[in-house]
């Protein structure tokens, strides 16, 4: 195989609260893995991508600035190779990939999109939403208030109120789920797929880990769990990715939130080999057609 040049765009510390070293190390391990392999890894910042510095012709990367995303989706429009697609990064923004899920009938929670200087109080009634979650529709999570649990109606009220006065326009409200909070990591087209129960080893970004609390240890399809995960990174056009789901008291699976490159940071040695394999082949898949 002829020598593989590529460039690796790490994320922009903004976009990975309380993970900043999680995030650069399973990047690094990829690139590691692909050296290893032959192939040439130049690593580059959102900044200095966007400021024109990167040219070869195969781009991994981490990125989720907004300029970031459209330059990624520019340069695949120009036949660039971009893993994940900035496309499929932009899939992960929330309202869209609410959409894309219900569409696509993978599991998911009941859902209202809504304006955040609307009133949702009787829609919300009229659903019987009483405990929920309110989350920015129009970008990646970025604080803890981005993505925020409410007990009632009134309340629900308040925090789109506040997300208003923030400059967030849209918001997706989620009716919230009782069950065991999962957390999973994936790699499509590889064999690897990782689950845990993330507030009983205490891994947390915001917190929020805490309103589900303890695992019950309800039982579930394990290998069901794995192929709604893997179909959603198929409809969401991602193929490194991550998120968390609920499993119901019954045995339900439903995704609650999906992620383009988390950090792995649970099995990041074990994942990096799978995450480099799946790189490579959509090379060879890219080159020959």
């Known amino acids: 195989m002829a020598e593989i040049n590529i460039a690796g765009i790490m994320r922009a510390g903004a976009y990975s609260p309380n ?42 990367n981490m990125c989720r600035e907004m300029k970031s995303i459209q330059r990624l989706q520019q340069l695949e429009d120009e036949s660039v190779l971009v893993i994940n697609s900035g496309y499929g990064i932009e899939n992960c923004t ?29 829609a919300l009634k009229d659903a019987a939403f009483s405990q929920c979650w309110i989350k920015r529709g129009d970008f990646h999570a970025m604080h803890k208030e981005d993505v925020s649990y409410v007990r009632h109606p009134e309340e629900a009220q308040e925090v789109l ?24 990591y994936g790699v499509q087209g590889t064999p690897f797929f990782f689950w845990f129960y993330p507030f009983d080893e205490g ?34 056009d991602v193929k490194i990715y991550g998120g968390d789901c609920i499993v119901s008291p019954d045995g339900d699976i439903r995704i609650i939130d999906f992620n383009d490159w988390p950090s792995f940071a649970p099995c990041r040695q074990e994942a990096a080999p799978y995450i480099a394999k799946c790189i490579l082949t959509t090379i060879k898949d890219h080159t020959s057609k």
């Open 161 to 184: 109120q506040e997300y208003f006065l923030r400059g967030i326009k849209r918001a997706v409200i989620n009716r919230h789920l009782v069950g065991d909070l999962i957390k999973f």
């Open 19 to 60: 993970h900043i070293g999680n995030d650069a190390a399973i990047f690094n391990a990829v690139a590691d893995q692909l050296r290893k392999r032959g192939c040439i890894v130049n690593i580059y910042s959102e900044e200095q991508f966007n400021n024109g510095q990167v040219n070869e012709p195969v781009i991994i």
């Open 203 to 236: 891994h947390s970004k915001y917190g929020h880990e805490a309103i589900n609390g303890k695992s019950k240890g309800i039982e579930f399809d394990r290998q069901h769990m794995r192929d709604i995960c893997q179909r959603a990174s198929e409809v969401l």
């Open 94 to 122: 929330r309202e869209r990939m609410t959409r894309i899920l219900v569409g696509s009938n993978i599991p998911y929670p009941e859902s209202l999109i809504v304006n955040t200087d609307e009133s949702v109080k009787g």
